[in-house]
T-cell receptor, first 114, second 110 residues
């Protein structure tokens, strides 16, 4: 398994502003992912964070709105830009190691946009 | 393309009763299946997984699931639930990326 922390755990932001969420893992991992969980909904993959290169985004998500960084094998950030109330969600980081098919999730960041 | 359908959005059950949470999947590639649990205001925790081998897989907290290829199902079961099992449960299939079902809210009443 892996110990994953996210900062902040929650935030309330005004529309039009941006928020950067951090994800820290206790040891090196191969894969890091960012998910969104809208209120009362399931999880949707936003992107795969690639170390040393641009993230790979899923359909419906773009880099201008959700820029992602991954400077090393234990850390990644997701920025939610120019926020609107529709961005109110829980944002979760997950990781996977090597050939493992298992993903482990962080505690999530609960974002409310007013 | 892969997809997951959880057949029940809410399952109320009394403490110490058995429970089954139903999950059907579709996949055109090798099937890797997972159940995750999300307790209130927390992230997801892996309950169990099926990658290959025995179709009956056992997980944490007394849960088990059975992979049924002919029925494309991966139902989660527990013979006797506790109040502490109250949570949201997600079935997921991995094929390129992890695809989640809509979730089943298990509510255990005393």
């Amino acid at each position: 398994s892996a110990v994953i922390s996210q900062k902040p755990s929650r935030d309330i932001c005004q529309r039009g502003t941006s928020l950067t969420i951090q994800c820290q893992v206790d040891s090196q991992v191969t894969m890091m992912f960012w998910y969104r969980q809208q209120p009362g909904q399931s999880l949707t993959l936003i992107a795969t964070a690639n170390q040393g290169s641009e993230a790979t985004y899923e359909s419906g998500f773009v880099i201008d709105k959700f820029p992602i960084s991954r400077p090393n094998l234990t850390f990644s950030t997701l920025t939610v830009s120019n926020m609107s109330p529709e961005d109110s969600s829980i944002y979760l980081c997950s990781v996977a190691r090597g050939q493992s098919y298992e993903q482990y999730f962080g505690p999530g960041t609960r974002l409310t946009v007013t | 393309a892969q997809s997951v359908t959880q057949l029940d959005s809410q399952v109320p059950v009394f403490e110490e009763a058995p429970v089954e949470l139903r999950c059907n999947y579709s996949s055109s590639v090798s099937v890797y299946l997972f159940w995750y649990v999300q307790y209130p205001n927390q992230g997801l925790q892996l309950l169990l997984k099926y990658l290959s081998g025995s179709t009956l897989v056992k997980g944490i907290n007394g849960f088990e699931a059975e992979f049924n290829k002919s029925q494309t199902s991966f139902h989660l079961r527990k013979p006797s639930v506790h109040i502490s099992d109250t949570a949201e449960y997600f079935c997921a299939v991995l094929g390129g990326k992890l695809i989640f079902g809509q979730g089943t809210e298990l509510s255990v009443k005393p």
